[in-house]
């Protein structure tokens, strides 16, 4: 058996082996930057990567010193951030627009120029496609096929939606699949909803009770835009199943990876446990958690070699004593509960220390991919002899 | 002076981008106004361990718990919503059960376009609305609501203006109409935004209130600037840290208390607080909604004492 690869350098080779890889993390943790970070380290050493985010406040475009990102792949200029990257190594960005997405995917699949107009003129297509919770993983998952169906693309790091729940991102094809498999479409596409045919003459007596009861709850109106809605979608179920199928096996595929990024308290580590567990359970192809933003020990990273009493003023040792003492109760609670994680999982995290100052351009970027690894971007040595 | 206006109202909604402890800062909020001697709800999203966590007392359910005495917690599952929803409208159980066991009905309400975020908010009006038997006082002095941080927290107060527009008529529609009024009141419901002293942290909260403004109408009553370092060292306290780190001194400030590593830790103490300063000030300047600091706290974990320590600190400001 091949001797197991330290975290960092199982990481390292997933930057520059594999095809795509996922970011997951609930929302607030550095996940953008995390996977902002990792893109980057991979462009430099030499691959061609693509960064998408789907984060709607555009925090990407922050991180690399960016005022705007759009829904169109943009080239980075890592020329700013000495030293060039290795050979063939370039960077792209970009934010996943639901709304644009999916008005593309609809003028891409529909057979006709009337089913699209149907579609793109849907009252409730118009208005709430893009305010859905669930729209951003589904939009996600397809723009996460097409990209990597581009080989302008060695690798494509996918940022996810900020959830509270990391998995929401992983079950979306599950989901869509499942909804079109059932029986609540046919339902919705009968005939006795659809605009003009709603004359209530329903066969069955049963059916009727069912009518009356949901124009009770819903209101008739409701339901007819909506299965209008979902009528308008007809003749496009089977490519979206068959899509979401082909993202599900993408996912568990030996070239794709995943990547959890975490808070380091041990609220957020537990998360990240569970986590790790479903995505086995899944056969996701796990590679490495970050565990961002942890805060170190002082005492740990100066040595102070005397043991005689410091001549200190008494006022100022008093609020010396308590910062240290504040900073160390939390680098403690923290480093306990890392170390849970690593006994649980049986994988050590990359760490990466709490920053003093925020991360908004490249060269923060370069740093953080600098503090998680313990080293700056690898050069493969095959390019180092071409040149 | 801020919980003065805050609980003029009967409603309070936080937000804010996730990690800025929208859950810590709601429930010192809800403990506070306890400590007013008001009867109070925290409404959890889909959260059930938070508020528990928090406050102690078992993970929140479908029905509101007490957990202190006149502070009661509840869980909104949107799909336990949407059966009672069905249960009081649909009188009869034959009737209810059959609805409710049906997989088309199941599939149908995971699936339907933002039906979830509505039932949870009607259910939420239908909280503030509620009135006691036979006072026919309001049952709950404040409501505090944790919204759910799915994508950006405004996705979910959107979904009403998106559904408003969506279905002119019937009874969602109609309902849908009350709900964002029931929002846009100044007068019942006050929109919290919380903050951390960060750069991605505060870009959003100002583009959230922008946006809560221009396009939901409503306007933010104060910001909550949470997990703040506030200064401890005096200006010569801080030329002092400077100079003996410049000098290298060495010794022990008192017994486990090296002073090589008290001095990094102060000095990334005075960095912070900095930090938090300047952004304090950013938010200060774009934003004219009342801001609230709260301290960063360095504990093992944030249980009740800490939140009762939030909760002096809001009654304070």
Same mark, same amino acid.
């Given at each position: 058996?091949?001797?197991?690869?330290?975290?960092?350098?199982?990481?390292?080779?997933?930057?520059?082996?594999?095809?795509?890889?996922?970011?997951?993390?609930?929302?607030?943790?550095?996940?953008?930057?995390?996977?902002?970070?990792?893109?980057?380290?991979?462009?430099?050493?030499?691959?061609?990567?693509?960064?998408?985010?789907?984060?709607?406040?555009?925090?990407?475009?922050?991180?690399?010193?960016?005022?705007?990102?759009?829904?169109?792949? %943009?080239?980075? &200029? +890592?020329?700013? /951030?000495?030293? $060039? #990257?290795? *050979?063939?190594?370039?960077?792209?960005?970009?934010?996943? !627009?639901?709304?644009?997405?999916?008005?593309?995917?609809?003028?891409?699949?529909?057979?006709?120029?009337?089913?699209?107009?149907?579609?793109?003129?849907?009252?409730?297509?118009?208005?709430?496609?893009?305010?859905?919770?669930?729209?951003?993983?589904?939009?996600?998952?397809?723009?996460?096929?097409?990209?990597?169906?581009? %080989?302008?693309? &060695? +690798?494509?790091? /996918?940022?996810? $939606? #900020?959830? *509270?729940?990391?998995?929401?991102?992983?079950?979306?094809? !599950?989901?869509?699949?499942?909804?079109?498999?059932?029986?609540?479409?046919?339902?919705?596409?009968?005939?006795?909803?659809?605009?003009?045919?709603?004359?209530?003459?329903?066969?069955?007596?049963?059916?009727?009770?069912?009518?009356?009861?949901?124009?009770?709850?819903?209101?008739?109106?409701?339901?007819?835009?909506?299965?209008?809605?979902?009528?308008?979608?007809?003749?496009?179920?089977?490519?979206?199943?068959?899509?979401?199928?082909?993202?599900?096996?993408?996912?568990?595929?030996?070239?794709?990876?995943?990547?959890?990024?975490?808070?380091?308290?041990?609220?957020?580590?537990?998360?990240?446990?569970?986590?790790?567990?479903?995505?086995?359970?899944?056969?996701?192809?796990?590679?490495?958690?970050?565990?961002?933003?942890?805060?170190?020990?002082?005492?740990?990273?100066?040595?102070?070699?005397?043991?005689?009493?410091?001549?200190?003023?008494?006022?100022?040792?008093?609020?010396?004593?308590?910062?240290?003492?504040?900073?160390?109760?939390?680098?403690?609670?923290?480093?306990?509960?890392?170390?849970?994680?690593?006994?649980?999982?049986?994988?050590?995290?990359?760490?990466?220390?709490?920053?003093?100052?925020?991360?908004?351009?490249?060269?923060?970027?370069?740093?953080?991919?600098?503090?998680?690894?313990?080293?700056?971007?690898?050069?493969?040595?095959?390019?180092?002899?071409?040149? | 002076?801020?919980?003065?206006?805050?609980?003029?109202?009967?409603?309070?909604?936080?937000?804010?981008?996730?990690?800025?402890?929208?859950?810590?800062?709601?429930?010192?909020?809800?403990?506070?106004?306890?400590?007013?001697?008001?009867?109070?709800?925290?409404?959890?999203?889909?959260?059930?361990?938070?508020?528990?966590?928090?406050?102690?007392?078992?993970?929140?359910?479908?029905?509101?718990?007490?957990?202190?005495?006149?502070?009661?917690?509840?869980?909104?599952?949107?799909?336990?919503?949407?059966?009672?929803?069905?249960?009081?409208?649909?009188?009869?159980?034959?009737?209810?059960?059959?609805?409710?066991?049906?997989?088309?009905?199941?599939?149908?309400?995971?699936?339907?376009?933002?039906?979830?975020?509505?039932?949870?908010?009607?259910?939420?009006?239908?909280?503030?609305?509620?009135?006691?038997?036979?006072?026919?006082?309001?049952?709950?002095?404040?409501?505090?609501?944790?919204?759910?941080?799915?994508?950006?927290?405004?996705?979910?107060?959107?979904?009403?203006?998106?559904?408003?527009?969506?279905?002119?008529?019937?009874?969602?529609?109609?309902?849908?109409?009350?709900?964002?009024?029931?929002?846009?009141?100044?007068?019942?419901?006050?929109?919290?935004?919380?903050?951390?002293?960060?750069?991605?942290?505060?870009?959003?909260?100002?583009?959230?209130?922008?946006?809560?403004?221009?396009?939901?109408?409503?306007?933010?009553?104060?910001?909550?600037?949470?997990?703040?370092?506030?200064?401890?060292?005096?200006?010569?306290?801080?030329?002092?840290?400077?100079?003996?780190?410049?000098?290298?001194?060495?010794?022990?400030?008192?017994?486990?208390?090296?002073?090589?590593?008290?001095?990094?830790?102060?000095?990334?103490?005075?960095?912070?607080?900095?930090?938090?300063?300047?952004?304090?000030?950013?938010?200060?300047?774009?934003?004219?909604?009342?801001?609230?600091?709260?301290?960063?706290?360095?504990?093992?974990?944030?249980?009740?004492?800490?939140?009762?320590?939030?909760?002096?600190?809001?009654?304070?400001?």
């Amino acid at each position: 058996m091949a001797p197991r690869l330290s975290p960092a350098a199982a990481l390292e080779r997933a930057l520059a082996t594999r095809r795509i890889l996922v970011a997951c993390g609930s929302g607030g943790v550095g996940k953008t930057t995390a996977a902002a970070a990792l893109a980057l380290r991979a462009a430099r050493s030499g691959r061609r990567v693509l960064v998408c985010t789907i984060d709607p406040s555009r925090r990407l475009a922050t991180s690399l010193g960016l005022n705007q990102l759009s829904g169109r792949p %943009r080239g980075i &200029d +890592l020329s700013r /951030l000495p030293p $060039p #990257p290795a *050979r063939g190594g370039a960077l792209w960005a970009m934010v996943l !627009d639901v709304k644009s997405t999916f008005d593309a995917l609809v003028t891409r699949y529909t057979p006709d120029v009337a089913a699209r107009g149907r579609i793109l003129g849907n009252r409730f297509y118009r208005h709430i496609s893009a305010a859905l919770a669930g729209s951003h993983e589904y939009m996600a998952m397809e723009k996460l096929l097409e990209l990597t169906e581009d %080989r302008r693309w &060695d +690798l494509v790091v /996918l940022d996810t $939606p #900020p959830t *509270r729940h990391a998995l929401d991102f992983l079950e979306a094809p !599950d989901r869509l699949m499942d909804f079109l498999d059932t029986s609540v479409l046919r339902w919705f596409l009968r005939p006795y909803f659809v605009a003009g045919r709603l004359t209530l003459k329903v066969a069955t007596r049963t059916g009727a009770l069912a009518i009356r009861m949901a124009d009770r709850f819903l209101g008739l109106q409701f339901l007819q835009d909506l299965s209008e809605f979902f009528l308008a979608f007809e003749s496009m179920y089977d490519g979206f199943k068959e899509r979401a199928s082909r993202v599900h096996a993408l996912l568990r595929e030996a070239s794709s990876g995943f990547v959890m990024v975490a808070g380091p308290s041990p609220l957020a580590l537990e998360e990240a446990l569970y986590f790790h567990r479903r995505l086995t359970e899944k056969g996701m192809p796990f590679v490495a958690f970050v565990v961002n933003r942890v805060h170190s020990d002082p005492a740990r990273e100066v040595r102070s070699r005397r043991r005689e009493r410091a001549d200190v003023p008494l006022a100022l040792a008093a609020r010396l004593s308590e910062t240290l003492r504040e900073q160390q109760v939390l680098a403690r609670a923290e480093r306990r509960a890392v170390a849970r994680l690593e006994v649980d999982t049986r994988e050590r995290p990359l760490l990466v220390p709490e920053l003093d100052h925020d991360i908004h351009d490249l060269r923060g970027l370069a740093e953080f991919g600098q503090l998680a690894f313990g080293s700056p971007a690898p050069r493969p040595r095959a390019t180092a002899v071409a040149r | 002076m801020l919980l003065d206006s805050l609980f003029s109202r009967r409603l309070v909604f936080l937000t804010g981008k996730g990690g800025v402890g929208k859950s810590v800062v709601g429930a010192a909020v809800a403990v506070a106004a306890r400590e007013r001697g008001k009867r109070v709800l925290l409404v959890e999203v889909a959260a059930p361990l938070e508020a528990a966590r928090l406050l102690g007392g078992p993970p929140s359910g479908g029905r509101e718990t007490e957990v202190l005495s006149g502070l009661f917690t509840v869980n909104l599952d949107p799909a336990a919503v949407m059966d009672e929803y069905v249960r009081h409208v649909v009188k009869l159980e034959m009737f209810t059960r059959r609805i409710l066991e049906s997989p088309i009905y199941r599939r149908f309400f995971a699936a339907a376009p933002g039906l979830e975020e509505l039932m949870v908010l009607g259910k939420i009006m239908v909280l503030e609305e509620a009135r006691a038997r036979f006072s026919q006082k309001p049952l709950w002095d404040l409501i505090v609501v944790d919204a759910p941080a799915t994508g950006h927290g405004l996705a979910f107060l959107k979904v009403p203006l998106a559904a408003s527009a969506a279905i002119p008529a019937g009874p969602i529609g109609h309902n849908v109409r009350r709900v964002l009024a029931l929002l846009r009141d100044p007068r019942r419901t006050a929109l919290v935004v919380v903050a951390v002293p960060e750069e991605m942290a505060v870009v959003e909260a100002v583009q959230f209130h922008g946006l809560a403004k221009e396009e939901l109408k409503i306007e933010p009553a104060a910001v909550v600037l949470n997990a703040c370092h506030e200064r401890r060292f005096t200006d010569e306290d801080e030329a002092e840290v400077l100079r003996l780190t410049t000098e290298g001194a060495t010794g022990d400030v008192e017994r486990d208390v090296p002073l090589p590593a008290a001095l990094r830790a102060a000095r990334r103490q005075i960095r912070r607080r900095k930090l938090t300063r300047f952004y304090r000030d950013r938010l200060r300047r774009t934003l004219d909604a009342p801001l609230v600091s709260l301290p960063f706290l360095f504990r093992e974990a944030v249980g009740l004492d800490e939140v009762r320590l939030l909760a002096g600190k809001l009654e304070a400001a």
